[in-house]
C-alpha cells in the first residue's frame, strides 16, 4: 500500500494564479480530509469529506474547493491564489469520521505564493 | 466546535530526562484521543492513541492518560533520546479531528 500520496510536493505561484493540490489513498478509507500548518497555528481543516459525493467545509475553507468523485482522489482547487494562503498543505484520510482510528498524511504540499 | 489546548509550546530537556506534555478539550463528547510525532519536514505520524473507555496506555517509553472528568490528557516520554525530538501534536476527536497547536520537544545530548 502506497497510504496517502500527494502531488506536488513543492509549487510556486504567483498571485491570481490557480493550481491544484492531488491527495489519492489506496486504504478504502471513507473520510479524507486537507489541512493547512503554518509556524505556531497546528494543523487547520479546510476541508473534508465522509465518502464519495459528500464534502463539507472546515476550519478555513475561503479561497478553496473540493470535490470527491472517487473514494480514492480528493483534490483541493486553489481558485485565485493569494500571499495568504503560502503554507503546507497535508491531505489525510481514515476509515470513516468518528470511527475512532487515526489519520494517516500524505508527505505535504509546500506551496509559495508571491 | 471542539477547542483543544496543548501546553507547553516548547520543552527542553536532557537525555534521559522525562518529557510530559499536556492538552485540555472542550467537548465533552470527544471519544478518541491521538498523538501525533512531526520531524522537521516531514508529515505527522501517529504515536500513540487512546479512547475515552480508556484511563492510561503505554508502549515501550510512551504512554498517554486521560481525565474525561476534568477533559484533559498528556503524553509522557520516559528515557528521552536525541531521536525523540521532534513537534508533538495532540488531538481531540468526535467526528473531526481537532488538533493543538503542538509542542516542540528539543532532547539535548
Known amino acids: 500500500n502506497a497510504g496517502v500520496t500527494q502531488t506536488p510536493k513543492f509549487q510556486v505561484l504567483k498571485t491570481g494564479q490557480s493550481m491544484t493540490l492531488q491527495c489519492a489513498q489506496d486504504?478504502?478509507?471513507?473520510?479524507m480530509s486537507w489541512y493547512r500548518q503554518d509556524p505556531g497555528m497546528g494543523l487547520r481543516l479546510i476541508h473534508y469529506?465522509?465518502?464519495?459525493?459528500?464534502?463539507d467545509q472546515g476550519e478555513v475553507p475561503n479561497g478553496y474547493n473540493v470535490s470527491r468523485s472517487t473514494t480514492e482522489d480528493f483534490p483541493l482547487r486553489l481558485l485565485s491564489a493569494a500571499p495568504s494562503q503560502t503554507s503546507v498543505y497535508f491531505c489525510?484520510?481514515?476509515?470513516?469520521?468518528?470511527?475512532?482510528?487515526?489519520?494517516?498524511f500524505g508527505n505535504g504540499t509546500r506551496l509559495t505564493v508571491t | 466546535g471542539e477547542n483543544v489546548e496543548q501546553h507547553p509550546s516548547t520543552l527542553s530537556v536532557q537525555e534521559g530526562d522525562s518529557a510530559v506534555i499536556k492538552c485540555t478539550y472542550s467537548?465533552?463528547?470527544?471519544?478518541?484521543f491521538p498523538w501525533y510525532k512531526q520531524e522537521l519536514g516531514k508529515r505527522p505520524q501517529l504515536i500513540i492513541d487512546?479512547?475515552?473507555?480508556?484511563g492510561e496506555k503505554k508502549d515501550q517509553r510512551i504512554a498517554v492518560t486521560l481525565n474525561k472528568t476534568a477533559k484533559h490528557f498528556s503524553l509522557h516520554i520516559t528515557e528521552t533520546q536525541p531521536e525523540d525530538s521532534a513537534v508533538y501534536f495532540c488531538a481531540a476527536t468526535r467526528n473531526q479531528f481537532y488538533f493543538g497547536t503542538g509542542t516542540s520537544l528539543t532532547v539535548i545530548p
Open positions: 486504504m478504502n478509507h471513507e473520510y
Open positions: 469529506s465522509v465518502g464519495a459525493g459528500i464534502t
Open positions: 489525510a484520510s481514515s476509515y470513516g469520521q468518528g470511527s475512532g482510528s487515526p489519520l494517516h
Open positions: 467537548d465533552s463528547a470527544s471519544n478518541y
Open positions: 487512546i479512547r475515552s473507555n480508556v
